[in-house]
C-alpha cells in the first residue's frame, strides 16, 4: 500500500462539523498531528465526532489540544478509530463534554496491536448511553475511554467525572490486550457496573502503578471490575 502522509493542522478552532465518521476532522492513511487545536461542537453519524482517523499505517498524535462536546452516534464521541485502525497518542490535552454509545472521550477498536497512549492528560465529564435496538440493548459502555482489542497506556492522567449507562463510567478495556496505568487518577466517575475501570478478559492484565482509582459509583463493582475472572 501508499505510505501514510504526513498533515499537521495547528492553531485552529474547528467547530460545527457534520459528518459520517469523523465530524470534525476525518484522516485515512496519514501520520496526522493535531496541535494546539480546539475541536469543539462537532457531530459523526457513525463514529468520532470530533476525530476519525482510519487505516492500519496511520497514526493519530493530539498534543495540548482541547477536544469538548462533540457528538457519535456510535462509537467516540471525542476521538475514534477502528477496523484494524491507527496508533492513537492523546498528550498535554482535554477531553471532556463529549458524548457516544461506545467511548465517550476516546473509541479504538484495532486488532493489529496499534495501542492507545494517553499521556499528561485530562478525560473528564464525557458520557455514554445506551439503546433499545432489535430486542437488545446497546451501548452505554466506557464514559471515558473504550477499547477492543488494544493495548492501553495511560500515564500522569486523570480520568474523572465520566459516566456511562451500563458499564465502565471511567474505561473499558475488552477483550485481549493488557493495559498500564501509572501516575494517574481514575474518580468520580460512574456507572452501572464497574464506575472507574473495567477489564473484560481473564487472560490480559491491568498493571497499576502510583495510581489512585477511587471514589467511583456503581450498582456493583465501584471502583474495578473483572468480569472474565482473573
Same mark, same amino acid.
Do not use: E, M
Given at each position: 500500500?501508499?505510505?501514510?502522509? /504526513?498533515v499537521?493542522?495547528s492553531?485552529v478552532?474547528?467547530?460545527?462539523?457534520?459528518s459520517g465518521?469523523g465530524?470534525? @476532522?476525518?484522516?485515512?492513511?496519514?501520520?496526522?498531528?493535531?496541535n494546539?487545536c480546539?475541536v469543539t461542537?462537532?457531530?459523526?453519524s457513525d463514529?468520532?465526532?470530533?476525530?476519525?482517523?482510519g487505516?492500519?499505517?496511520?497514526?493519530?498524535t493530539?498534543?495540548?489540544s482541547t477536544?469538548?462536546n462533540?457528538s457519535?452516534? !456510535?462509537?467516540?464521541?471525542?476521538v475514534a478509530t477502528?477496523?484494524?485502525?491507527?496508533?492513537?497518542?492523546?498528550?498535554q490535552s482535554?477531553?471532556?463534554?463529549?458524548s457516544?454509545k461506545?467511548?465517550g472521550?476516546?473509541f479504538?477498536h484495532? #486488532?493489529n496491536?496499534n495501542a492507545?497512549?494517553?499521556?499528561?492528560?485530562? @478525560?473528564?465529564?464525557?458520557?455514554?448511553?445506551?439503546?433499545? !435496538?432489535d430486542?437488545?440493548?446497546t451501548?452505554?459502555?466506557?464514559?471515558?475511554?473504550?477499547l477492543k482489542?488494544t493495548p492501553?497506556?495511560?500515564?500522569?492522567s486523570?480520568?474523572?467525572?465520566?459516566t456511562?449507562?451500563r458499564v465502565?463510567?471511567g474505561?473499558?478495556?475488552y477483550s485481549?490486550?493488557?493495559a498500564a @496505568?501509572?501516575?494517574s487518577?481514575?474518580s468520580?466517575?460512574s456507572?452501572n457496573y464497574a464506575?472507574? @475501570?473495567?477489564? !473484560?478478559? /481473564? !487472560?490480559?492484565?491491568?498493571a497499576?502503578?502510583?495510581?489512585?482509582?477511587a471514589?467511583n459509583?456503581?450498582?456493583?463493582? /465501584? #471502583?474495578t471490575g473483572?468480569p472474565g475472572g482473573?
Amino acid at each position: 500500500g501508499l505510505a501514510a502522509t /504526513p498533515v499537521t493542522i495547528s492553531g485552529v478552532t474547528i467547530t460545527g462539523g457534520y459528518s459520517g465518521k469523523g465530524g470534525g @476532522i476525518y484522516g485515512y492513511n496519514t501520520l496526522l498531528a493535531v496541535n494546539n487545536c480546539v475541536v469543539t461542537g462537532n457531530f459523526a453519524s457513525d463514529s468520532g465526532g470530533g476525530i476519525y482517523i482510519g487505516g492500519a499505517y496511520s497514526v493519530l498524535t493530539v498534543s495540548n489540544s482541547t477536544i469538548s462536546n462533540n457528538s457519535a452516534s !456510535y462509537g467516540g464521541g471525542g476521538v475514534a478509530t477502528s477496523n484494524f485502525g491507527a496508533a492513537v497518542t492523546i498528550q498535554q490535552s482535554s477531553l471532556s463534554g463529549n458524548s457516544a454509545k461506545y467511548g465517550g472521550g476516546v473509541f479504538v477498536h484495532n #486488532d493489529n496491536g496499534n495501542a492507545l497512549t494517553i499521556t499528561g492528560s485530562t @478525560i473528564s465529564g464525557n458520557n455514554v448511553h445506551s439503546g433499545y !435496538y432489535d430486542g437488545y440493548y446497546t451501548g452505554g459502555n466506557g464514559g471515558g475511554v473504550y477499547l477492543k482489542h488494544t493495548p492501553l497506556v495511560i500515564s500522569n492522567s486523570t480520568i474523572a467525572n465520566n459516566t456511562a449507562d451500563r458499564v465502565g463510567g471511567g474505561v473499558v478495556s475488552y477483550s485481549g490486550n493488557n493495559a498500564a @496505568i501509572s501516575n494517574s487518577t481514575i474518580s468520580g466517575n460512574s456507572a452501572n457496573y464497574a464506575g472507574g @475501570i473495567v477489564q !473484560y478478559d /481473564p !487472560y490480559s492484565t491491568l498493571a497499576l502503578t502510583n495510581s489512585v482509582v477511587a471514589g467511583n459509583t456503581a450498582t456493583q463493582d /465501584p #471502583d474495578t471490575g473483572n468480569p472474565g475472572g482473573g
